[in-house]
């Protein structure tokens, strides 16, 4: 079964703690994006990477850790600096040139900061 | 910084209306417009797209046009269905950056 996937789907972190959110993908893509959706807004890019062991913040990255060790890993870790972390977090991937073209996201993982 | 504006924010037709979504964008560079639809509880999937250098595609009921001037992109769709009941995001990409507008929630009446 192709696609992205994400792990895991629901997560509970208490203040102060770092917690890192898996996202994998069969698709050979090179280009991996990862997005934060609040209710009533858009998706709002936090980090992209066009290419194994390189990776560019996105609009709001502050508070937020990536790496890009595998082509088809992009872990995101949301880090005790991020203050208001609780939201729905969406990996993408896609394999167009220059970024053209669709992105495939994976099914998302929800983060509820207690 | 870049932003892009999405018109209205929630929309209700009746089954068989078309509806009418609009998006204006503010960086000049962006050369590709994806239009994504999201059923609640689900990921965001692509219904359609159209690059810098066309100014109108058509799929069945679904439509894009966008005005590069203007810097303003719509989504047509005709016909609707209750099924179309979604949340809809268009977007702007320039580079790998992609900017979504904030959503327009479609309600399909049957």
């Known amino acids: 079964d192709g696609g992205i996937t994400q792990s895991p789907k629901y997560l509970f972190r208490k203040e102060g703690q770092n917690v890192t959110l898996s996202c994998e993908q069969n698709?050979?893509?090179?280009?991996m994006y990862w997005y934060r959706q609040d209710p009533g807004q858009g998706l709002r890019l936090i980090y992209y990477?066009?290419?194994?062991?390189?990776?560019q913040k996105g609009d709001i990255a502050e508070g937020y850790s990536v790496s890009r060790e595998k082509k088809e890993s992009f872990p995101l870790t949301v880090t005790s600096a991020q203050k208001n972390p609780t939201a729905f977090y969406l990996c993408?991937?896609?394999?167009?040139?220059?970024?053209?073209?669709?992105?495939?996201f994976g099914p998302g993982t929800r983060l509820t900061v207690l | 910084g870049e932003n892009v504006e999405q018109h209205p924010s929630t929309l209700s037709v009746q089954e068989g209306d078309s509806a009418v979504i609009k998006c204006t964008y503010s960086?000049?560079?962006?050369?590709?417009f994806p239009w994504y639809k999201q059923e609640l509880g689900k990921r965001p999937q692509l219904i359609i797209d159209i690059r810098s250098n066309v100014g109108e595609k058509k799929d069945q009921r679904i439509a894009v046009t966008l005005n590069k001037t203007a810097k303003h992109f719509s989504l047509h769709i005709t016909e609707t269905q209750p099924e179309d009941s979604a949340v809809y995001f268009c977007a702007a990409t320039g580079g790998f950056k992609t900017i979504f507008g904030a959503g327009t929630r479609l309600f399909v009446k049957a």
């Open positions: 960086d000049s560079a962006s050369n590709y």
């Open positions: 990477s066009q290419i194994v062991n390189d990776f």
């Open positions: 993408a991937s896609s394999a167009g040139l220059a970024g053209v073209g669709e992105q495939f």
């Open positions: 698709l050979n893509h090179d280009a």
